[in-house]
């Protein structure tokens, strides 16, 4: 799987949109960018995850670049709740469950009132 | 989304006994599961992948013989830590991907070896 680089910590006013930068420059073709979040002493939950265009869920917003090596998960009014470490990992997309993740340090996002 | 639970949340055991923790994906099947440790203040690091019907595979530097895991049925797996000792107090976690291929991760387990 491809790197990704994330700064490792970043802090919000709550209401704000909260925008997590991402590189991934040796990031494949068939690689998409997926975004997880763990909250304190919770397993990590699934945000979004995109290929090449700009993704929109319930949750966040993902915008990746046209080169596709930097991509941008955006928070649009962040709360407290949303207080946690953000990983974005680079793999291959599929049915295949043999694609484990693999976590870097994440971004520390700390949304503060 | 699809649902994974673990058992215990939390576990405290003497130094020397065996701790044995179980994921399930609870309404969904899955031929594969992976278990996870996170120290504190560290990333997740992947410890093995756990395989319906067959052995499972681990990572460098995880002892098998340590680690025991058993992929019992479609929907259960079980990590035993076998003679616990203070280093191995950790917080792990099990992940199961649906057939969409996407991870869905269990609540973790806090293992405290006194």
């Known amino acids: ?113 | 989304g699809a649902v994974v639970s673990q058992h215990p949340s939390r576990v405290i055991c003497k130094s020397g006994t065996s701790v044995k923790i179980e994921c399930r994906s609870l309404d969904f099947q899955a031929t594969t599961m992976f278990w996870y440790r996170q120290f504190p203040k560290q990333s997740l690091m992947l410890m093995a992948t756990s395989n319906e019907g067959s052995k499972a595979t681990y990572e460098q530097g995880v002892e098998k013989d340590k680690f025991l895991i058993n992929h019992a049925s479609l929907t259960l797996s079980t990590l035993t830590v076998t003679s616990a000792h203070p280093e191995d107090s950790s917080f792990y976690i099990c992940s199961a991907p649906p057939l969409s291929g996407e991870q869905f991760f269990g609540p973790g387990t806090r293992l405290t070896v006194l």
């Not at chain 1, 491809?2 to 590189?23: F, I, V, W, Y």
């Open chain 1, 1 to 113: 799987d491809a790197k990704t680089t994330q700064p490792p910590s970043m802090d919000c006013a709550e209401g704000r949109a909260a925008n997590l930068p991402c590189n991934h420059s040796t990031i494949s073709g068939n690689e998409y960018v997926y975004w997880y979040r763990q909250i304190h002493s919770q397993g990590p939950q699934y945000i979004i995850h995109g290929l090449k265009n700009n993704e929109t869920n319930e949750m966040a917003s993902l915008i990746i670049t046209e080169d596709r090596k930097s991509s941008t998960l955006i928070l649009p009014h962040a709360t407290l709740r949303d207080t946690a470490v953000y990983y974005c990992i680079v793999r291959v997309a599929g049915g295949n469950a043999g694609n484990m993740l693999t976590f870097g340090g994440g971004t520390r996002l700390m949304v503060k009132p």
